[in-house]
C-alpha cells in the first residue's frame, strides 16, 4: 500500500512562492500518478495538479495554471508543488494522493477527481496573507 507524506506548507505573503514536497513510499507500480489537492476553509477538496510517472506528463487546473507547476524526482521519490505568485485564495490544506495509471485518466483542466485517488497524506497548511 503506497503511503504519502506531505510538507513546505507555511505562512507567506501574497505574491511569495513556496515548494511542497510530497514523498511516495510502498508503490507496487510503476504506472502510476500522483496528484495534489487542496481545501481551503469551509469549502470542498480541489485536486489541481498531477504528475504521471510513466512518462512524465502532467495536467493542471485551470485556477492555477500559469502559477503553479508539478514536478517529480523519482531518485527521491518525491513530488513537488512549486507555487509562483500566491494569493490570499490560495490558502488551505494541501494534500497529495495517488492514483493507479496515469493523470489523464482522472484530471481535466476542471481538475482532478478526488475520488479516484488513494493513499492521502495528512496534508500541510499553505496560508497567503495580503
Known amino acids: 500500500q503506497a503511503q504519502v507524506v506531505e510538507s513546505g506548507g507555511r505562512v507567506v505573503q501574497a505574491g511569495d512562492s513556496l515548494r511542497l514536497s510530497c514523498v511516495e513510499t510502498g508503490r507496487t507500480s510503476e504506472s502510476y500518478a500522483i496528484a495534489w489537492f487542496r481545501q481551503a476553509p469551509g469549502q470542498g477538496r480541489e485536486g489541481i495538479s498531477c504528475?504521471?510517472?510513466?512518462?512524465?506528463?502532467?495536467e493542471n487546473a485551470d485556477s492555477v495554471e500559469g502559477r503553479f507547476a508539478i514536478s517529480s524526482d523519482r531518485a527521491k521519490n518525491t513530488v513537488y508543488l512549486q507555487m509562483n505568485s500566491l494569493k490570499p485564495d490560495d490558502t488551505g490544506v494541501y494534500t497529495c494522493a495517488s492514483a493507479l495509471g496515469k493523470c489523464s485518466y482522472y484530471c481535466t483542466a476542471y481538475g482532478c477527481d478526488t475520488f479516484r485517488f488513494h493513499s492521502w497524506g495528512q496534508g500541510t497548511q499553505v496560508t497567503v496573507s495580503s
Open positions: 504528475i504521471s510517472f510513466s512518462d512524465g506528463t502532467s
